[in-house]
């Protein structure tokens, strides 16, 4: 058990790091619109998302419908669906522990425990569930410091919040370096920008129902590209 | 107000169980088929372009500084993300120069 836990370990180190980071960022980003340590600690032990929870610091100092905030939240982790899906199998003889494997199977987890191979030695059950409960802990405990630190630090740090913009351009810079992507993220960008014009502030459900819409004429002239 | 916020956290929390759990009874028919296939490579880039101009939305383009400290650190952004392909060394870099911009140059 234990030589299993120090190989979880090893491979998490990389998202030891990570989590750390972006989770004192969070943390500070809470505390400084006024939702302290627990507000923020909590969120992080049950939403346990990334994107989804710096997308939330915006709804909860706007107080946006938490309606409106469900369906965001689907469609923000709507790629989660497929990573479970393509895990299902690995995780099939785990039981009971399925249900906690799959809650935690973020990005960063799925990218380990789909490319992982588990030593044939290793009781694969307890691999996995380290290896997800390493990664749940260290982002509950960056949240945590990233609280404390904000609450000691007090003095508003002008222009933190650009943080939460920053996070979205990467993640949108490195999605669309893969070719399949271009067109897709241009209707993600292109129709937002048009609905905020037309709908102002109340532009995401409208923006949301333009993109699927664009994104299902987009794949059938896709998938006869293809065929001719 | 705290309600709101708590109903807020349930949402989310009750959406992102449901996109990372559900799948256990999606049928085997409904995940071959091609749009499925298509959306879910799709959805994530998109959804990111729409997160962009959700967190964006506050950014005046017709008063001083006309969003410039913004579309400056975005091409900054932008560019190490393309080229050394690394997430977190965007975000960093991206933040710190925002805040030198605000809080230094302006």
Request: no cysteine; net charge positive; hydrophobic share 55%.
């Amino acid at each position: 058990m234990i030589h299993t836990f120090k190989k979880a370990f090893v491979v998490t180190i990389p998202i030891l790091f990570a989590f750390l980071f972006l989770g004192i960022s969070y943390g500070m980003l809470m505390e400084s619109k006024g939702f302290g340590v627990i507000w923020s600690s909590l969120i992080s032990l049950f939403t346990f998302a990334g994107a989804a929870q710096f997308a939330m610091v915006v709804f909860l100092t706007t107080s946006l419908n938490p309606l409106i905030v469900f369906v965001i939240v689907l469609i923000i982790n709507a790629r989660h669906l497929f990573y479970s899906v393509s895990m299902l199998k690995r995780y099939e003889e785990t039981g009971n522990s399925k249900w906690y494997l799959l809650f935690g199977l973020t990005d960063e987890t799925f990218s380990l425990v789909s490319t992982l191979e588990v030593p044939t030695q290793i009781n694969k059950k307890q691999f996995y569930i380290f290896i997800t409960a390493l990664n749940h802990f260290y982002w509950v405990v960056g949240t945590l410091i990233g609280a404390l630190l904000g609450r000691v630090l007090q003095s508003e740090i002008a222009g933190l919040d650009f943080i939460l913009t920053a996070l979205f351009v990467s993640v949108f810079t490195l999605k669309m370096k893969k070719r399949y992507n271009v067109v897709p993220g241009l209707i993600g960008l292109g129709v937002s920008l048009i609905m905020l014009f037309i709908f102002g502030e109340h532009f995401i459900i409208p923006a949301m129902i333009v993109m699927i819409t664009l994104l299902l004429i987009n794949q059938k002239s896709y998938v006869r590209g293809e065929n001719l | 107000m705290i309600l709101t916020n708590i109903f807020i956290i349930i949402a989310a929390t009750i959406a992102t169980i449901i996109t990372r759990i559900s799948p256990m009874w999606i049928s085997k028919d409904i995940k071959s088929k091609q749009w499925f296939k298509y959306l879910s490579d799709v959805l994530p880039v998109t959804s990111f372009g729409l997160l962009v101009v959700y967190a964006l939305k506050g950014v005046s383009i017709t008063v001083y500084p006309y969003g410039i400290s913004e579309l400056v650190s975005i091409i900054v952004i932008v560019g190490i993300v393309y080229w050394k392909e690394n997430i977190l060394l965007g975000i960093f870099s991206g933040t710190v120069l925002y805040m030198i911009i605000i809080n230094v140059i302006m």
